[in-house]
């Protein structure tokens, strides 16, 4: 073979592996908790699950590891960020990076099973703290994300079959090759307003990609996502003792909510530019911040978050208050979820009196309340919500005994909730994970009385999987995250699970 050829022919099988593998998984990165910054936990597309492999046998733990972990007052673990594909120095990786409530960051790789590299060690606070403030880090970890709603992976059928070689037509190539070539995913949903337009990371770039964490001694740490390492000087971001929850980058800003009072500090969201470094933070206007997720992120970067009885909406970057809606004499008792709707943005939250209202972005003003789902006074923590093939709305509500799944309706210019379908008994149900039209509900457990996860039909809602007792432990940190062909879900022995079909290395 002539020299000249040989970087041809590497480049070539490189490309026709890395679009195999491609092909299998599928969709795009679980970026930040909730999966987008709407706070959304829906994974639009993956090759690997489907309504229609999830009916064959096949799904099951894929592994479990127990990490190294400091765990404080039950908090162990948070639900990883994800990078599915990346090409490193080391060669082709699939990560996941894992925050530990010892104040460390964890990267593994989810093909393997195996640990890549591990930031810090031990507890930046000697004092274990309270249940409700047990110091360390407390906020799920990051990567960079974009706000714009992701684009949609379409709903295919996944495949949960060995990868097959074979010889094409005449001039057409292998049939591997032509298989491997994924179609363009279709445009994002339009947004309300001509704005931003989301471009997904390429993962042959040269600029470098971080993962971000706060520590809770309240810095922000910057890491490479290949091997830990911070590159930059760690910024105090928020004061040291807050519990954290929500961190959120894009567009050259993090973002942090701090809840429970801890320490003193202000309940409130938290901004830094990672450039210049200036802080901005908006207090609280009820007693906390409401949820697990803190705050939710409209798709032209504008912050909302419940406090008390009111949905409020904040600038980008200086967060300056901008309007709000109020409840009424019901508090909210969820984080917001941003979501497009016959060309509009709508906000939800649910309220202690247990019901979802839904509110129009642009004024934030109410347009539709639901009928009572969730027990009176039972922190809901957070909604999910996706759409289906046929363009119908649904939002999922953990109600204190299980996940209700609510219809949207548009007459005109009005929205109205319609019933949807609702899960079995779930003990502790967690907010939901929506993977290609397929819902993962799981039931956190408790001490005595192990998780189980759940995998259901996202219209109908018919059982189509569950764990039985794969998993031994309860969880007591985070949810659910998915992507290239697994859910993962850690429990208070600092174990982490990988749900998923086998796939073929």
Known sequence: MPRFARPIVSASCAFLAMSVLHAQRGGADWMTVGNDVQRSYWLRGDGKISEQTMRKSGFDVQ????????????????????????????????????????????????????????????????KLGTAACPGGMTSTITRPTIV????????????????RSGVGEPFEGAVTLKRAMPAAPPPPPAPAKPGRVATPPSPFSRTP?????????????????????????????????????????????AYVASTNG???????????NLEGKTVSHWKATGKNVEGLNGFA????????????????ALSEGKLEQRAAYS???????????????????????????????VVDAAGMTGVAKSDVVAKAGYAVGALSSWEDEN?????????????????????????????????????????????????????????????????????????????GA????????????????????????????????FMEH
């Open 470 to 501: 794969k998993i031994t432990s309860y969880i007591t940190t985070g949810g659910l995250s998915a992507g290239g062909g697994r859910v993962y879900l850690s429990t208070a022995d600092s174990t982490q699970y990988a749900f998923g079909f």
């Open 63 to 126: 592994w479990k590891m127990k990490l190294k972990n400091t765990a404080r007052q039950q908090q162990a673990l948070t639900p990883p960020a994800l990078l599915d594909f990346y090409i490193s120095y080391r060669g082709f990786r699939t990560l996941g990076f894992f925050g530990g409530s010892g104040d460390t960051t964890i990267g593994v790789d989810t093909d393997l099973a195996r640990l890549e590299w591990q930031n810090g060690a031990g507890t930046s606070m000697a």
């Open 327 to 357: 409840a009424g004499s019901s508090d909210f008792v969820s984080s917001p979820v941003v979501f497009n709707f016959g060309g509009r943005n709508f906000v939800a939250a649910s309220t202690a009196d247990g019901r979802v209202h």
């Open 148 to 163: 714009p709603y992701p684009p949609s992976g379409g709903r295919g059928t996944g495949r949960a079959n060995p990868a």
């Open 297 to 312: 992120v409209g798709p032209e970067g504008e912050i909302y978050v419940a406090s008390g009885s009111q949905l409020v």
């Open 209 to 253: 990609l971080y993962v971000n964490a706060v520590t809770g001694d309240g810095m922000l740490h910057q890491m490479y996502v290949s091997n830990g390492e911070e590159p930059k000087v760690p910024v105090q971001f928020i004061p040291a003792g807050a519990h954290s929850t929500g961190l959120t980058v894009f567009d050259g800003n």
């Open 262 to 272: 801890c320490n003193g500090v202000e309940n409130g969201i938290w901004a830094i």
């Open 391 to 467: 363009k119908v709305r649904w939002i999922l509500v953990p109600t204190g005994t299980n996940v209700t799944a609510l219809k949207l309706a548009e007459a005109g210019s009005a929205v109205a909730f319609q019933a949807g379908w609702s899960t079995p008994a779930l003990v502790n149900p967690l907010p939901p994970s929506v993977v290609n039209g397929v819902v993962f509900a799981a039931g956190a457990g408790k001490a005595g009385a192990p998780a189980k996860l759940y995998a259901f039909e996202g219209a109908t809602g018919k059982e189509l999987w569950n764990s």
